[in-house]
């Protein structure tokens, strides 16, 4: 389907206006080049590179000033999460990051708060890519398997699927990913399943039954007990615990 007649209208208009004030974007090759530097933890050249989000080049998203710079905000965390990810940072990590700035994106009430936030991302990516990238990285078949788990954590997941998806025998990668990530890959599924679940019962009023179908444990039984072996708490005393914290903090 083709863009509809109204979008083709506004977007006629939008170019005119463009071309008549001579308002144009940032570069694309720039602005890539900008997400490539913190994807390799280049911190001189990011900051070399570095641009307010105020300055020429960047669109207009809404006609609220405040709006406007928290959509371009967002935008960009989404881009960096994305090139790093790609640069080897783990999936669920680089999105976890990610969604915590966008809430605090979400709650800022002045564009000083926008701008502090838009550098404090910037930092924090380039420095954990730096990090990344000098400390000893999975191997590419290891990251796919993590990747896939990350992907797939509400699905069963097999030993099998895993070693389709690295084009490795099932015993061969159950090998490698013990070697290279300290645990076999059953466990690092159950760890990472609970990992999420916590974020369930922090962020969302899903019930430990829902959750339990949700993450595909066996049964809400076998849920509450794994997730009291890995964190000492039951589901129930984990969400209460996080909440009064949560609400303290606010």
């Known amino acids: 389907m083709g863009i509809k007649m109204g979008i083709k209208d506004e977007l006629a208009k939008t170019e005119f206006y463009n071309r008549e004030y001579s308002i144009s974007h940032i570069p694309y090759d720039k602005e890539m080049a900008f ?25 207009k998203l809404s006609e609220n ?4 710079l928290k959509y371009h905000l967002i935008i960009t965390i989404a881009f960096i999460t994305r090139y790093c990810i790609e640069g080897g940072l783990e999936m669920e990590s680089a999105y976890n990051l990610s969604d915590i700035y966008i809430r605090k994106v979400d709650t800022c009430k002045s564009e000083e708060e926008i701008h502090e936030i838009h550098k404090e991302v910037c930092e924090s990516y380039v420095k954990i890519m730096q990090n990344c990238r000098s400390s000893s990285r999975y191997s590419k078949a290891v990251q796919l ?31 490698l990913f013990h070697k290279e990530t300290g645990v076999s890959i059953s466990t690092y599924i159950i760890n990472k399943r609970v990992e999420a ?7 969302t009023d899903y019930s430990t039954s829902d959750i339990s179908n949700f993450l595909n444990f066996s049964s809400e039984s076998h849920f509450i007990s794994t997730f009291k072996k890995l964190t000492n708490q039951t589901p129930k005393k ?8 949560t609400n303290q903090n606010k």
């Open 65 to 68: 000033s405040l709006r406007n």
């Open 197 to 203: 679940a916590k974020n369930l019962l922090i962020y």
């Open 35 to 59: 997400y490539q530097t913190i994807r390799n933890g280049d911190i001189e050249e990011m900051h070399r590179l570095f641009t307010p989000l105020c300055v020429e080049g960047f669109g």
């Open 145 to 175: 398997a993590i990747d896939y788990i990350y992907e797939n954590l509400h699905e069963k997941i097999m030993i099998a699927d895993i070693a389709a998806k690295t084009n490795l025998s099932e015993s061969y990668i159950s090998r």
């Open 238 to 245: 984990f969400r209460l615990y996080n909440f009064r914290n």
